[in-house]
């Protein structure tokens, strides 16, 4: 039986994404979605999602390197342009096990999205579905039924995230009350 694509990408996060070919021998540019460029030259495999064609493939690195603003990559069995064209907008998915483990008081976005989030009585405010990047500081975008919340990342008003309970408590911001 074949895993539907929720349960292949089960533990994987998007890191990035192969936006065009780069010479004729099948190499690709790779844009990351996120500022973790030191990590890329460790990747050894991934599976690329394309949306639109609905269609997936497990891959391997072969060779990376850094070009500016993105890398320019090499995959196995991937060898002429015309294979790389095939694999233009696909998203990258690695598994979350292939980032170093987040210390105390720092996180990966994905551990914080789908956190229950409780103000200071432990009542439930709704859940972490995004996470803006203001440049000072990351905000959080929390859903319920009835609306959505922005939160500031910074101390006043987060109070403590249980990446493993996936539960962040929060001081509700003065605005909002």
């Given at each position: 039986?074949?895993?539907?694509l929720?349960?292949?990408?089960?533990?994987?996060?998007?890191f990035?994404?192969l936006?065009?070919?780069?010479?004729?021998?099948?190499?690709?540019k790779?844009?990351?979605?996120?500022?973790?460029?030191?990590?890329?030259?460790?990747?050894t495999?991934?599976?690329?999602?394309n949306?639109?064609?609905?269609?997936?493939?497990a891959?391997?690195?072969?060779?990376?390197?850094?070009?500016?603003?993105?890398?320019i990559?090499?995959?196995?069995?991937i060898?002429?342009i015309?294979?790389?064209?095939?694999?233009?907008?696909?998203?990258?998915?690695?598994?979350?096990?292939f980032?170093?483990?987040?210390?105390?008081?720092?996180?990966?976005f994905?551990?914080?999205?789908?956190?229950?989030?409780?103000?200071e009585?432990?009542?439930?405010?709704?859940?972490?579905r995004?996470?803006?990047?203001?440049?000072?500081?990351?905000v959080?975008?929390?859903?319920?039924k009835?609306?959505?919340?922005l939160?500031?990342?910074v101390?006043?008003?987060?109070?403590?995230i249980d990446?493993?309970?996936?539960r962040?408590?929060?001081?509700?911001?003065?605005?909002?009350?």
């Amino acid at each position: 039986m074949m895993k539907s694509l929720e349960e292949l990408l089960q533990g994987y996060v998007p890191f990035g994404v192969l936006s065009n070919t780069h010479g004729l021998n099948g190499d690709l540019k790779l844009y990351l979605f996120s500022n973790l460029s030191n990590l890329v030259s460790s990747l050894t495999e991934a599976i690329a999602y394309n949306e639109e064609q609905k269609k997936y493939v497990a891959v391997q690195f072969e060779k990376v390197r850094r070009a500016n603003d993105h890398f320019i990559i090499h995959l196995a069995g991937i060898d002429t342009i015309s294979e790389a064209e095939r694999l233009k907008g696909f998203i990258i998915y690695v598994s979350k096990n292939f980032f170093p483990k987040s210390l105390d008081g720092e996180y990966y976005f994905f551990e914080l999205i789908d956190c229950e989030v409780f103000d200071e009585a432990n009542n439930s405010i709704g859940v972490v579905r995004d996470i803006i990047e203001t440049g000072n500081n990351d905000v959080i975008v929390v859903k319920n039924k009835k609306s959505e919340i922005l939160i500031p990342v910074v101390e006043r008003y987060v109070l403590s995230i249980d990446k493993e309970a996936k539960r962040v408590i929060v001081k509700v911001p003065e605005w909002l009350e």
